[in-house]
């Protein structure tokens, strides 16, 4: 009977490496869809990063600690540039100077909309409509 049962294990194996093997092309996964020009209707993931040819991550498109979306870019060198989220109270954009300080912020919630401005040895300037 273990023989038997065994023989059945190993026929049913062949048979599904076989299927496998000789499937028609167009069966294709997802994933085999990247060599063939054609977009991918949809692609779902919880974070997405964009990185350069050494592999250091430029661009992230993830989802922050509230649910929303945020978008981070990096400069070449790594450094934070700009930042854009969405909340269920509204939405910001952050645009950063060249020592990584905030030199530009756009804000809308439920507070109102704001945009401040800042500049190294200025002080800020807030516009409120």
């Known amino acids: 009977m ?3 049962t065994t023989r059945l294990l190993l026929v049913l194996v ?5 299927a496998n093997l000789v499937r028609p092309a167009g069966t294709s996964t997802p994933a085999h869809a990247q060599g063939s020009g054609q977009p991918i209707p949809v692609l779902r993931a919880q974070a997405i990063e964009l990185v350069d040819k050494e592999g250091k991550v430029v661009a992230q498109l993830h989802v922050g600690d509230d649910g929303g979306g945020n978008l981070r870019l990096r400069s070449g060198d790594g450094l934070v540039r700009v930042k ?3 909340t269920a109270a509204g939405s910001g954009l952050l645009l ?11 804000v809308s919630n439920t507070a ?4 401040t401005l800042a500049e190294k040895g200025k002080g800020k300037r807030l ?3």
């Open 96 to 106: 950063f100077d060249s020592q990584t300080e905030p030199a530009l912020s756009l």
């Open 14 to 18: 062949a048979v599904l490496l076989l």
């Open 2 to 4: 273990k023989e038997q």
């Open 127 to 129: 516009i409120k409509p």
């Open 112 to 115: 109102g909309t704001s945009l």
């Open 84 to 86: 854009l989220g969405a």
